[in-house]
């Protein structure tokens, strides 16, 4: 699982596929992560798509994350991806509430209209 990041931290804020600057990967369980700088590059319309084609190699299973655009999300749906879009607040709550199944999986893109965690 993968949650999108502003700033690297754990209790930091869930950040959009376009405007992250880090990933924070979780493997097994909330409490085993690791924190990766996105070094995606391109414009706002272009890094969406790259962070999403960097997280397909990178093998997660569940993409978290505030806001998605179509291409990033037919991206991840296309390998076999989850998306759980349109989450906000802490990083470390979004991934103990997906942990514990209370995250739905996302049927599209998203561009507003945040839910609370």
Partial sequence: MAVTSLDGRIDGKIGSMARCT????FEDSPK??????????G???????????YLTKLGVDIVITSTIGPRAFSILREAGIS???GCKGKVSEAAMKCAAGK???????????????
């Fill in 32 to 41: 085993n992560h690791k924190v990766v700088k996105c070094n995606v590059k």
């Fill in 22 to 25: 880090h990933l924070i990967i």
């Fill in 103 to 117: 995250l739905k999986e996302c049927k599209g893109a998203t561009y507003a209209g945040n839910i609370e965690l």
């Fill in 83 to 85: 998306v759980k879009a």
């Fill in 43 to 53: 414009s706002a319309t272009e890094k969406g798509p790259n962070v999403a084609q």
